[in-house]
């Protein structure tokens, strides 16, 4: 069980939860989701044990995700501090060398850290990101749908189980195990203050911020400041993220700005194509961080 495996530290007086197994050289990876709605390192949960055959895995909740404190402030509930929580997490675990995964909002994470601290990222495998696609709001309006239309109570196990499977290809990657920890998360008394702060900071604070980030990240590539050795994996059957055109315009968006650039597009698989095509994800993240040495 990959909660045999969890682990707490303060980053800079932030409680911070994660997973760690194995050892080798370290991959780091990184959810997405919204702060206080159930996301959590548990996405991983196919995943992380495979990946430990070949590599130190280390996989964090991300700040105000999980069981990971929430931002400090009001003013912290942004994505550039959650990004540089990712950052501050991965130096004081002492390490300056590592392979990145980020999946969907944890991919912009994921990006940013890449421009950033470029001497810190080896390679970095990009998964289904909306939030990475030019053109397209901080909050995606298939997101805005789903919110609109889930035929039942917000929080509900029904509910979690609806979000999880509208996301899908095939509803049977939706276990128990996914539905009890997602449901365990969001019912958390701090995910509880998260939501009732994100009812006025999300259009406050947080979506200003991805927007204004957003469009500085893109700047950047297109400045020809990323040089990140990048795998970008893409489930076919995305309806949150559909591969075209979203999917493409991020390929075309590195891959024109960077040679070292590929793209996997995982068939039969949607928003979460790392968790529906497990081994196969597995047996591609393993083969492309072991060639860079």
């Given at each position: 069980?990959?909660a045999?495996?969890?682990?707490?530290?303060?980053?800079?007086?932030?409680?911070?939860r994660?997973?760690?197994?194995?050892?080798?050289?370290?991959?780091v990876?990184?959810?997405?989701?919204?702060?206080?709605t159930g996301?959590?390192?548990?996405?991983?949960?196919e995943?992380?044990?495979?990946?430990?055959?070949?590599?130190?895995?280390?996989?964090?909740?991300?700040?105000?995700?999980g069981?990971?404190?929430?931002?400090?402030?009001?003013?912290?509930?942004?994505?550039?501090c959650?990004?540089?929580?990712?950052?501050?997490?991965?130096?004081?675990?002492g390490?300056d060398?590592i392979?990145l995964?980020?999946?969907?909002?944890?991919a912009?994470?994921?990006?940013?850290?890449?421009?950033d601290?470029?001497?810190?990222?080896?390679g970095?495998?990009?998964?289904?990101?909306?939030?990475?696609?030019?053109?397209?709001?901080?909050?995606?309006?298939?997101?805005?749908?789903?919110?609109?239309?889930?035929?039942?109570?917000?929080?509900?196990?029904?509910?979690?189980?609806?979000?999880?499977?509208?996301?899908?290809f095939?509803?049977?990657?939706?276990?128990?195990?996914?539905?009890?920890e997602w449901?365990?998360?969001?019912h958390?008394?701090?995910?509880?203050v998260?939501?009732?702060?994100m009812?006025?900071?999300s259009?406050?604070?947080?979506?200003?911020?991805?927007?204004?980030?957003?469009?500085?990240?893109?700047e950047?590539?297109?400045?020809?400041?990323y040089?990140?050795?990048t795998?970008?994996?893409?489930?076919k059957?995305?309806?949150?993220?559909?591969?075209?055109?979203?999917?493409?315009?991020?390929?075309?968006?590195?891959?024109?700005?960077?040679?070292?650039?590929?793209?996997?597009?995982?068939?039969?698989?949607?928003?979460?194509?790392?968790r529906?095509s497990?081994?196969?994800?597995?047996?591609?993240?393993?083969?492309?961080?072991?060639?860079?040495?």
């Open positions: 069980m990959i045999d495996h969890f682990n707490y530290i303060d980053v800079d007086g932030v409680r911070t994660y997973f760690e197994k194995g050892s080798g050289q370290p991959v990876l990184v959810h997405g989701g919204a702060i206080g996301s959590s390192l548990d996405i991983f949960a995943n992380l044990d495979v990946l430990a055959e070949s590599f130190r895995v280390i996989a964090p909740d991300k700040l105000g995700h069981e990971t404190d929430n931002p400090a402030t009001d003013a912290d509930y942004t994505i550039a959650m990004t540089d929580h990712i950052y501050r997490f991965v130096r004081t675990l390490l060398s392979n995964i980020g999946q969907s909002r944890g912009f994470n994921g990006a940013s850290l890449c421009l601290h470029p001497e810190l990222i080896r970095f495998i990009l998964c289904n990101s909306a939030s990475m696609t030019p053109g397209v709001g901080a909050i995606p309006e298939f997101s805005k749908k789903v919110r609109a239309q889930a035929p039942f109570e917000i929080g509900s196990r029904d509910w979690v189980r609806y979000r999880a499977e509208v996301m899908c095939a509803k049977a990657c939706v276990t128990e195990a996914w539905v009890d449901y365990r998360i969001f958390l008394p701090k995910s509880t998260a939501r009732d702060k009812k006025t900071l259009a406050e604070v947080f979506e200003p911020s991805v927007d204004t980030d957003k469009a500085h990240t893109i950047r590539i297109e400045n020809s400041e040089h990140t050795p795998l970008i994996h893409w489930g059957d995305d309806p949150s993220a559909p591969l075209d055109p979203m999917g493409l315009r991020v390929f075309d968006l590195l891959a024109s700005n960077y040679p070292s650039v590929s793209m996997h597009v995982a068939n039969q698989a949607g928003h979460f194509a790392f529906e497990h081994d196969n994800f597995n047996r591609l993240a393993t083969s492309f961080f072991t060639a860079l040495g």
